[in-house]
C-alpha cells in the first residue's frame, strides 16, 4: 500500500488497470478491503470480488476467530486452569524446586609469553 502511494500518488495506473476501482473515492483506493460495506454498496463495489483482500488479513481474521471459540469451550477452559494450577502456583512447597547447579567460572585466560 506504502508502495503504491509513492509511485501512484495521483491513482492515474490503478484506475487505469483496475476499471471497478474507478468508483472508489480516493482515501479507500489504496486500502479497498477497509471500505465499509454501506460506502461498498454506495461505489457498487464488492470486497473481495472486485477487489482482492490481502490474504494476511483473512488469515488472521480466520485465525482469530477460532482462538476466540476455543475460550468459550468449557474443555478449553478446564486445560488452561490445571496448567495455571500446575506451573502458575506460588504455594509450592521448597522440595518442588531443585537445587540450583553451581556455575563454574570461566577459566582466566592468560597471557605468558
Not at 454501506?38 to 473481495?48: P, Y
Not at 509450592?92 to 547447579?101: G, V
Request: charged share 30%; proline share 11%.
Amino acid at each position: 500500500m506504502k508502495r503504491a502511494q509513492e509511485h501512484d500518488p495521483h491513482r492515474h495506473f490503478v484506475r487505469r488497470w483496475l476499471p471497478a476501482m474507478q468508483r472508489m473515492p480516493d482515501t479507500w483506493l489504496f486500502p479497498p478491503w477497509l471500505l465499509p460495506p454501506e460506502q461498498q454498496a454506495r461505489c457498487r463495489v464488492k470486497s473481495g470480488v472486485d477487489s482482492a483482500v490481502p490474504l494476511v488479513e483473512v488469515a488472521t481474521r480466520a485465525t482469530k476467530e477460532r482462538v476466540y471459540a476455543l475460550r468459550d469451550d468449557p474443555a478449553e477452559v478446564a486445560v488452561q486452569a490445571s496448567i495455571v494450577k500446575r506451573h502458575g502456583s506460588r504455594n509450592r512447597s521448597a522440595e518442588s524446586f531443585s537445587k540450583p547447579r553451581p556455575v563454574e567460572s570461566p577459566a582466566q585466560a592468560t597471557l605468558d609469553f
